[in-house]
């Protein structure tokens, strides 16, 4: 992991040092592909470490992207054991211009949000163990939420060395506020799979204040097949199965 965490690093530096423009991405810019993306359901197993590398948590997410032809509307879903008896769904809804709704409940309930995407405005609605809340946060025109973009970062058109800036609204409850993102498409990668077909990756930078991301994304079917993901304090690696 550690190896893995370096080479990357280096490779990173390198390429920001060559970068050569910026583009502010909009969601609503045609180099967002959003009628490439198809029915689709892939399980990801993803595994937290500690600063020392130490396993903390193992996790299964089964996650499926469903097409409404008539409503044009994009959901991606996640579902999540998060604990003995306890489940975890969360929905986002996109349009083909961007972000269009929220959806996220727990069960047993404890944890309900739903958030609508107003062109310039979020109307956050939460009840947490029984308190409800709502929240109206003002955002600039064009922007994406946090969840459904990182469904999306294989459907756009990227150019390498170019930094593309873009405005994320943070779903978590203990955010909820606008937040700064940043994608680059570093290098191709090819993988070979258990049963020999060999898969070419487009591999991208993701970052925001909180965390840095390299994500690995097939360049024929546009998913994600690998996420290593590093914050203040944690790790984590999600790899399809």
């Not at 689709?40 to 903390?56: A, E, M, P």
């Not at 069960?107 to 709502?134: C, D, M, Q, R, W």
Request: charged fraction near 20%.
């Amino acid at each position: 992991m550690y190896k893995l965490k370096f080479t990357l690093l280096s490779v990173a530096i390198i390429i920001s040092l060559n970068a050569v423009g910026q583009v502010h991405l909009n969601a609503h810019y045609k180099s967002i592909h959003y009628d490439w993306i198809k029915p689709s359901h892939t399980l990801y197993k993803q595994t937290g470490f500690d600063t020392s590398g130490n396993i903390t948590m193992e996790l299964v997410i089964d996650h499926v992207t469903k097409i409404d032809s008539v409503k044009k509307e994009i959901a991606f879903i996640n579902t999540v054991p998060f604990a003995a008896g306890k489940l975890l769904i969360d929905s986002s809804i996109d349009n083909y211009s961007g972000s269009a709704r929220y959806i996220l409940v727990t069960f047993p309930s404890t944890k309900y949000e739903y958030i609508k995407y107003l062109p310039a405005s979020v109307e956050a609605h939460n009840i947490i163990k029984g308190v409800s809340s709502t929240k109206t946060t003002p955002m600039p025109e064009g922007y994406f939420d946090d969840n459904s973009i990182w469904d999306i970062l294989g459907y756009i058109s990227y150019k390498k060395g170019v930094s593309y800036q873009l405005d994320c609204y943070g779903t978590d409850t203990h955010t909820q506020v606008l937040i700064p993102f940043e994608i680059e498409y570093l290098f191709d990668e090819e993988n070979q799979e258990r049963g020999g077909a060999v898969v070419s990756n487009m591999v991208l930078k993701v970052t925001n204040p909180g965390a840095t991301a390299y994500v690995w994304i097939d360049k024929k079917t546009h998913l994600t097949t690998k996420v290593y993901a590093q914050g203040k304090g944690y790790s984590f690696s999600k790899v399809a199965i």
